[in-house]
């Protein structure tokens, strides 16, 4: 059998569905007095589907081990990560516990968002691992599949947040509450102002029209990233690339980019190739 994990809050569980099989336990319920379990309940989720909802005391981490070739072992072990908790209610977001003898200000933290390879980097502003730890907080709650606690080359501390779907970040103290940071993951809609996506056409090994050594592809990339660059200058409008470099997503990933982040616009950029030396002009197809 495979077993499939996820981590929910409110209060902290974690739910294991296993596939193409039928429970004989029923809708056994049973406390359980372990370091970090303290209840198991079981059903029949689907038709196809077994669940086994574990009750946590508190967030820990887990582990799938095969055993022999028709059984699993699920282990639930200390987690390599401390001074943080996920939570998956009314507000998903990440929770890191505040050291006074090292303090972290929202403003020094950096960010990346790299949406085309489904992370988000958040860098702290130096070595934090003794204070977060290390390692990997797994999750798979469908807005996220994990969080990496690493450090960089430089001795920052990274926390890379890999999507399962593009997300907004924003990080935030609450004054009322000032033993915690908090990173809040949230729809770009609930952020930007205006959406847009830039689609540079073709790509990869679609290289589009060509002639006299030319490539519709690097003309399209070309111009899509000083479009990019022209409308990084305005802070109310947030930018998404289908592609920024010399691959071929498929026409239904560009959609589902556009889809996922709810855009305003799409801009479809191409170039067409004609036998005449005299033709020019634009074409817009609204």
């Given at each position: 059998p495979d077993a499939e994990i996820s981590r929910l809050s409110f209060p902290n569980r974690l739910v294991v569905d296993l596939p193409y099989t039928i429970n004989q336990l029923h809708g056994l319920e049973q406390q359980i007095e372990g370091k970090y379990i303290q209840g198991i309940r079981t059903s029949q989720f689907t038709d196809t589907t077994t669940r086994i909802v574990l009750d946590l005391k508190e967030q820990g981490d887990y582990e799938i081990q095969k055993q022999g070739q028709n059984g699993i072992v699920i282990?639930?072990?200390?987690?390599?990560?401390?001074?943080?908790?996920?939570?998956?209610?009314?507000?998903?977001?990440?929770?890191?516990?505040?050291?006074?003898?090292?303090?972290?200000?929202?403003?020094?933290?950096l960010t990346d968002d790299q949406y085309i390879h489904n992370k988000y980097i958040v860098?702290?502003?130096?070595?934090?691992?003794?204070?977060?730890?290390?390692?990997?907080?797994?999750?798979?709650?469908?807005?996220?599949?994990?969080?990496?606690?690493?450090?960089?080359?430089?001795?920052?501390?990274?926390l890379i947040f890999n999507q399962k779907k593009i997300s907004a970040y924003t990080i935030t103290e609450d004054t009322e509450d000032e033993e915690y940071l908090y990173i809040n993951i949230v729809s770009p809609r609930d952020v930007y102002k205006q959406i847009v996506v830039i689609d540079a056409g073709h790509g990869g090994s679609d290289p589009g029209a060509g002639a006299n050594g030319i490539r519709e592809k690097d003309i399209n990339l070309d111009i899509s990233l000083r479009l990019w660059q022209h409308l990084l200058q305005n802070p109310s409008i947030k930018v998404y690339m289908t592609r920024t470099t010399d691959i071929y997503p498929t026409l239904q990933e560009r959609v589902q980019l556009a889809e996922d982040v709810g855009a305003d616009l799409f801009i479809s950029i191409h170039n067409n190739a004609a036998g005449s030396a005299n033709a020019k002009g634009t074409e817009v197809l609204y």
């Open positions: 282990k639930i072990t200390p987690p390599s990560y401390k001074n943080m908790e996920y939570e998956h209610g009314g507000i998903v977001q990440l929770k890191l516990k505040k050291d006074p003898n090292k303090p972290l200000i929202s403003g020094q933290i860098r702290l502003p130096g070595d934090y691992t003794e204070i977060y730890g290390y390692g990997t907080m797994k999750i798979n709650d469908g807005i996220l599949d994990s969080i990496q606690i690493e450090k960089n080359a430089v001795g920052q501390t990274e």
